[in-house]
């Protein structure tokens, strides 16, 4: 209760109301139809990544990614890739990586273009609040991009027991990782 009361961690704050309202996500993608669910999917991606992303607002109150509503989105998107693991239309796994690549590429490309013209045009005042759009969670370059690579990793397989029982060691401190990196001290 100590850390969500103090506002201390914004994912574990964001975590916590999401965590409670999974039952309810989970029986609303239990009862949509691959259609609808992927309709959604990409509303959501139109409507909390492109749009803000191009009028440079965040017009959906996600907090640009640091938000219980935009991990509940992921969750969203996620739930719709973990049930429909081989989409219609097959991405080979090269094809993945090379987007992953080029979406990550695009995204710290035009950050350091805007960054250029900031340094050509002082005197502008908008360029300044444009320079990390194409960085943050909500961009569509950085969703693109996570989506591509969530498709990647879901194809790996592990057999080996040995592997499988070395993750599930480690697995379990992945929290305390974030604490330990987010601390001030």
Sequence with gaps: ??????????????YTLAFFAM????????????????????????????????????????????????????YFIGAYIAKYPTPKIYIPSEVCLMGYLFCTAAAWHWMFYIEKLVKLHPEDEILPTLKGQFIQYTSPF?????????????????????????????????????????QPI
């Excluded at 209760?1 to 964001?14: E, G, I, R, T």
């Excluded at 996570?146 to 397989?157: K, N, Y």
């Design 23 to 74: 039952p309810i996500l989970n029986r609303a993608i239990e009862k949509l139809r691959r259609g609808e669910h992927f309709c959604i999917c990409c509303g959501v991606f139109i409507l909390t990544s492109v749009i803000p992303t191009m009028s440079n607002a965040d017009l959906f109150v996600v907090g640009y990614g640091y938000s219980a509503i935009w991990l509940m989105l992921l």
């Design 142 to 182: 950085i969703l693109a991009g996570s989506i591509l690579l969530l498709i990647l990793a879901s194809r790996i397989r592990i057999g080996s027991k040995p592997i499988k029982a070395v993750i599930n060691f480690f697995a379990p401190a992945t929290f305390g990782v974030y604490i330990i990196h987010v």
């Design 1 to 14: 209760l100590f850390p969500v009361s103090n506002n201390q961690y914004w994912y574990f704050n964001a």
